[in-house]
């Protein structure tokens, strides 16, 4: 008798999520897409806040240092010609 029952409890509570899912998930759907899309629009306004600069215009954030350029033995430069 307790293996029925305990089949009968199973097949109860798959049937109950089944039903409470069917009626919560659109719920819980539309809020996880709403909180997705806020997210997104609060990343689209700070990557539009930080870009100050006029479209077309260069600009170098650092510059090299000069004394690395100094020390730096770039070698012999050797120009080749092309052999037909």
């Known amino acids: 008798m307790g293996l029925l029952k305990t089949i009968f409890f199973i097949v109860l509570f798959y049937y109950a999520f089944k039903f409470v899912a069917k009626l919560f998930a659109p719920f819980l759907l539309n809020k996880v897409a709403s909180t ?42 050797i120009d080749f010609e092309e052999i037909d």
């Open 36 to 77: 997705m899309q806020q997210k997104a629009a609060e990343q689209f306004g700070k990557q539009q806040a930080k870009s100050t600069v006029k479209e077309g215009e260069t600009i170098i954030d650092k510059a090299p240092r000069k004394e690395a350029q100094s020390k730096k033995n770039v070698g012999e430069y």
